[in-house]
């Protein structure tokens, strides 16, 4: 799998946008980009996937650059609730299912 | 749905002393993966399976079996264990993801264990 690189902290302000960025400079034309986070001691839990369009869900939008080569994960009006750690992923197809973390962004929410 | 049940939640262990971490999923998901995650640290994965009776390791799989005979369940089994086996270790369960297909994965809620 494609080497994603986060910055290992970001601080938000309640009610506004948090913009996570993700590099991924040797992602390939068939990998996926993933989001999942990580609420204090609960398991990760998905967020929203993209090749290659950006895409939004009900949770966040995925902005994927022309080249891939970074993205960002965008949650429109921050919540105290969305204090976690944020993994982002690069999925190989041939790595079937598996998904490989790093170590992620934690992002605190302050009111 | 109940989604992906673990079992038992907390388990404090002595060296030596071995045990099964149950995980179990109701959504007949082909994918189940366990991980381990370290204090501070990312998930790293053990073993995985694509379906009952194939199963594969990961990226830490020394110290750990695992098996699948049903769909719904996949055990981890601790044979000796030791204090650097000490963590929270996460079952997952997914739709196998095929050419063109991407899939989410759905995770437990966590065992935490504890060696000493």
């Known amino acids: 799998d494609a080497k994603t690189t986060q910055p290992p902290s970001m601080d938000c302000a309640e009610g506004r946008a948090a913009n996570l960025p993700c590099n991924h400079s040797?992602?390939?034309?068939?990998?996926?980009v993933y989001w999942y986070r990580q609420i204090h001691s609960q398991g990760p839990q998905y967020i929203i996937h993209?090749?290659?369009n950006n895409e939004t869900n009900e949770m966040a939008s995925l902005i994927i650059t022309e080249d891939r080569k970074s993205s960002t994960l965008i949650l429109p009006h921050a919540t105290l609730r969305d204090t976690a750690v944020y993994y982002c992923?690069?999925?190989?197809?041939?790595?079937?299912?598996?998904?490989?973390f790093g170590e992620g962004t934690q992002l605190t929410v302050n009111p | 749905n109940a989604g992906v049940t673990q079992t038992p939640k907390f388990q404090v262990l002595k060296t030596g002393q071995s045990m099964t971490l149950q995980c179990a999923q109701d959504?007949?998901?082909?994918?189940m993966s366990w991980y381990r995650q370290d204090p501070g640290m990312g998930l790293r994965l053990i073993h995985y399976?694509?379906?009952?009776?194939?199963?594969d390791q990961g990226e830490v799989p020394n110290g750990y079996n695992v098996s699948r005979s049903t769909t719904e369940d996949f055990p981890l089994r601790l044979l000796s264990a030791a204090p650097s086996q000490t963590s929270v270790y996460f079952c997952?369960?997914?739709?196998?993801?095929?050419?063109?297909?991407?899939?989410?994965?759905?995770f437990g809620p966590g065992t935490r264990l504890t060696v000493t």
């Open positions: 040797t992602i390939s034309g068939n990998e996926y």
């Open positions: 959504m007949n998901h082909e994918y």
């Open positions: 992923i690069v999925r190989e197809p041939r790595s079937g299912s598996r998904l490989t």
């Open positions: 993209g090749l290659k």
């Open positions: 399976s694509v379906g009952a009776g194939i199963t």
């Open positions: 997952a369960s997914s739709l196998l993801v095929g050419q063109g297909s991407s899939y989410e994965q759905y």
